[in-house]
Nanobody
Framework: QEQLVETGGGLVQPGGSLRLSCAASGSIFSRCTMGWYRQAPGKQRELVAQVTNDGRTNYADSVKGRFTLSRDNAKNMVYLQMNSLKPEDTAVYYC??????????????WGPGTQVTVSS
């Protein structure tokens, strides 16, 4: 059964860094596009970044130059390195997988989410 579990969230000061990890279980994830979404209170869920099954990455304009997404298919892991964090990055972050494999807006599997709070 395919499952995703996020770790690495927490409280960080503005300008700080966090690394989110997503552990994927199941046999299909190396063929999936992997993405990170976030949802802040009162706002819609938005795509932060995604990496296709052949390694192409796509970032939201709001995080370009600050966040880096990577994947390790051998370990079924996906990482989101977040630097220069801002209060507006505060949200619940979700790891997601799309069976499509390319650049995608349709995701089939979701983790439970991890809270990231950027505050002084």
């Amino acid at each position: 059964q395919e499952q995703l579990v996020e770790t690495g969230g927490g409280l960080v000061q503005p300008g700080g860094s966090l690394r989110l990890s997503c552990a994927a279980s199941g046999s299909i994830f190396s063929r999936c596009t992997m993405g990170w979404y976030r949802q802040a209170p009162g706002k819609q869920r938005e795509l932060v970044a995604q990496v296709t099954n052949d390694g192409r990455t796509n970032y939201a304009d709001s995080v370009k130059g600050r966040f880096t997404l990577s994947r390790d298919n051998a370990k079924n892991m996906v990482y989101l390195q977040m630097n220069s964090l801002k209060p507006e990055d505060t949200a619940v972050y979700y790891c997601a997988a799309s069976a499509y494999g390319g650049i995608s807006t349709k995701y089939d599997y979701w983790g439970p989410g991890t809270q990231v709070t950027v505050s002084s």
